[in-house]
């Protein structure tokens, strides 16, 4: 049973782990995130994160493969008003498709509205900042949007801490909607950029925290020990930054937590980023049934207060 989470200042109300949709049109074809999707929501999920531009990495795709999937998903299933949808703009589509543009904000939501197939996004979160648009022009135009009634909340992504703060104090300045999420890496393992950078403005915005790579691109499943392991998945490349001192001791410690609790390291690792009280709903994605059932019931695992200071310590940077 998911137990659901306040997002932030907002009247959202979001399970506690947010499904992300960068592995649809990827590592799953339409089919295969059909039922994905399905066994989410079955379990008592909701939360759905994407953006225009995923997966515009793979040979052959252009960007909104992911959106198109879970707008077919949407509208075959007619559950439009059971999910809250994330979605994101900003990042570049194409050499005129990108920014912050206000015109660009304008033609990026109807794009994104029509692979969904829906009339609203819950949730629409600036991807990447364009700092040759000054923070006025975006956050008007995204407010717009709030008044035309096609989005919900805004929320910001890979900014910079002070351009967050920048664009709100400039939102609360004018009577406009803040931003009321921050989407941020964060896990165990990259945990310095966030603690030192953006903590604080979490705290003093009351901003919604839903981290990317929650579990470092499947390094804290403990499936990669060695540079051995490396080929076991597409996204194996990525991990090798982990592969030192540091990773080691948090893998061991994961394994110790992991074994008393009887349950996967995987799990430890979203446990330990929900035992926080400034994380919201971290971002984690599942290609198979067995990965997906560990996302579920990670949410079902109480860590003690030293297993928790015990993970903390090992992961000290």
Do not use: C
């Amino acid at each position: 049973m998911s137990k659901k989470r306040k997002l932030g200042l907002s009247d959202l109300e979001v399970s506690p782990i947010t499904f992300g949709g960068n592995v649809f049109g990827w590592t799953l074809d339409e089919k295969a995130s059909f039922k994905i999707l399905d066994a989410f929501i079955d379990a008592d999920f909701n939360f759905i994160d994407t953006a225009d531009i995923y997966s515009n990495w793979v040979p052959g795709n252009q960007g909104g493969e992911s959106e198109i999937i879970i707008g077919k998903w949407l509208s075959s299933r007619g559950n439009r008003n059971d999910v809250i949808i994330a979605t994101k703009l900003g990042g570049q589509m194409s050499e005129t498709h990108k920014g912050l543009t206000a015109p660009y904000v304008k033609l990026a939501v109807e794009e994104s509205l029509k692979r969904l197939k829906t009339d609203y996004i819950d949730l629409y979160q600036t991807h990447y900042d364009d700092e040759e648009t000054p923070v006025a022009e975006t956050m008007e135009a995204l407010n717009e949007l709030i008044k035309e009634g096609k989005v919900r909340y805004i929320g910001a992504s890979n900014f910079k801490a002070a351009r967050i703060a920048e664009s709100n104090r400039f939102a609360r300045e004018n009577q406009l909607q803040p931003y009321t999420t921050l989407q941020p890496l964060y896990n165990l393992y990259d945990r310095e950029g966030f603690e030192k950078n953006y903590l604080p403005l979490v705290r003093d915005e009351k901003l919604a925290v839903l981290n990317y790579y929650a579990l470092a691109s499947g390094f804290l499943s403990g499936k990669y020990q060695s540079a051995d392991d490396l080929n076991k998945s597409p996204r194996g490349e990525g991990i090798k930054k982990y592969l030192n001192e540091r990773g080691q001791r948090i893998l061991t410690a994961l394994s110790e937590v992991a074994s008393n609790n009887d349950v996967p390291p995987s799990q430890i690792a979203l446990a330990w980023l929900l035992s926080k009280p400034y994380i919201t709903a971290p971002i984690a994605s599942a290609t198979n049934e067995k990965q997906l059932n560990d996302l579920i019931n990670a949410v079902d695992v109480k860590l003690k207060d030293e297993e928790i200071i015990l993970l903390d310590r090992a992961s000290e940077y």
